[in-house]
């Protein structure tokens, strides 16, 4: 079955320590991207990676890392997490031939 | 730059009532379209898509959209909506079919009994 899976589904943490979300396709898609979610806001889009080693920065990508050293993986690390950084996190991926993106189930992220 | 729009943040309808949410972009080539539904608490879901060809696009659980190149628009409907329609509906526009796409900031569909 194709998806994209997130781990973990749920996180609290606190300020500043240093944290991981990691995210898995299984569809050898090249196209994969971070979005945040808030309500009112819509996705915002963090980062995403065009393939293996190339990594751009999306629109809201201050507080971010992400690496790309596999073509199935995607981690989103937060050094040192602060509150405003408390949203749900989505994961997606995209690839011929559908071009549309599949997302993942959702990380909620609460920093305190 | 692109942007998308969606003007109606809240919409109510009756059950078994007719459905269209509202979609703008504005960008400068004739843009890739997609309409994705976000069950509470879950994921997104694509609905569908519109990339050439016939603008009027069918997708799953009965929507479709119509392109309007003159309007710069991708309105979202389906004829009688059912209890289980009742989420939030995301608008989303990209400008190559293999690069990221900006979502609009989302309706949320509310179902009266």
């Known amino acids: 079955e194709a998806q994209v899976t997130q781990n973990p589904r749920y996180l609290i943490t606190v300020t500043g320590k240093k944290l991981t979300v990691t995210c898995s396709q299984n569809?050898?898609?090249?196209?994969m991207s971070w979005y945040r979610q808030d309500p009112g806001l819509g996705l915002r889009q963090i980062y995403y990676?065009?393939?293996?080693?190339?990594?751009d920065k999306g629109d809201v990508p201050e507080g971010y890392k992400v690496s790309r050293k596999e073509k199935r993986n995607f981690p989103l690390i937060l050094e040192s997490p602060s509150p405003n950084q408390t949203s749900l996190y989505f994961c997606?991926?995209?690839?011929?031939?559908?071009?549309?993106?599949?997302f993942g189930p959702g990380t909620r992220l609460t920093v305190t | 730059a692109q942007s998308v729009t969606q003007p109606d943040i809240h919409i109510t309808v009756s059950e078994g009532a007719s459905l269209e949410l509202r979609c703008n972009y504005s960008?400068?080539?004739?843009?890739?379209l997609f309409w994705y539904v976000q069950s509470p608490g879950q994921g997104l879901q694509l609905l569908l898509k519109y990339f050439s060809g016939d603008t009027l696009v069918q997708g799953i659980k009965g929507f479709e959209a119509e392109f309007k190149r003159s309007q710069s628009s991708f309105n979202l409907r389906k004829p009688s909506v059912h209890w289980s329609d009742a989420a939030e509906y995301f608008c989303?526009?990209?400008?190559?079919?293999?690069?990221?796409?900006?979502f609009g900031k989302g309706t949320r569909l509310h179902i009266l009994p």
């Open positions: 990676s065009m393939n293996v080693e190339v990594t």
């Open positions: 960008y400068g080539a004739t843009p890739y």
């Open positions: 989303a526009v990209g400008l190559n079919r293999d690069d990221k796409i900006i």
């Open positions: 569809m050898n898609h090249e196209y």
């Open positions: 997606a991926s995209m690839g011929p031939p559908e071009y549309e993106q599949y």
